[in-house]
């Protein structure tokens, strides 16, 4: 079945010169970019983003490092991708995240953990809604979808 996830390539990451590497690991597992835009968030988008940790005491220093410099934040379209792309970006954790995923080859610590992948269909729907419009969601079709999945 296919759905959209959200995904954000958070500052580390941008500063680090990750972004393409990472993009290049999404596209050649066959998952589809159908928006894209980078953007430095403002304090009011992080808090409503990561709105469920508020009551957490890392809440602060998550709002601070998210809006510290520009993220690069995309919607995938992909077969159970929610789930695909979580299997490929790791533990939360880096120092638990398995090598060959995102973040355990390239994070180190949970604070600077690279990259946001939406956790549920719907989490993705309200992380969408928040970075993009409508009309800022292509469609279009692959020239090599029925290589990568069984049914059109």
Do not use: Q
């Amino acid at each position: 079945m296919k759905e959209m996830s959200f995904l954000m390539l958070k500052p580390d990451a941008v500063k680090r010169k990750l972004s393409g590497e990472i993009i290049s690991r999404l596209e050649n597992k066959g998952l589809k970019i159908v928006a894209a835009k980078m953007l430095i968030i403002t304090p009011e988008l992080a808090e409503k983003h990561y709105g469920e940790h508020s009551e957490k005491p890392f809440f602060k220093d998550l709002v601070d490092y998210i809006t510290s410099g520009p993220v690069l934040a995309m919607v995938i379209e992909g077969g159970e991708c929610i789930s695909l792309i979580r299997k490929m970006v790791g533990a939360t954790n880096p120092k638990e995240a398995s090598l060959g995923t995102i973040r355990g080859d390239y994070a180190i610590d949970t604070g600077r953990n690279i990259i946001h992948a939406s956790d549920s269909p719907a989490s993705a729907t309200r992380e969408i809604a928040l970075f993009f419009d409508d009309s800022e969601i292509c469609s279009y079709t692959l020239p090599d979808e029925e290589l990568i999945y069984e049914e059109p």
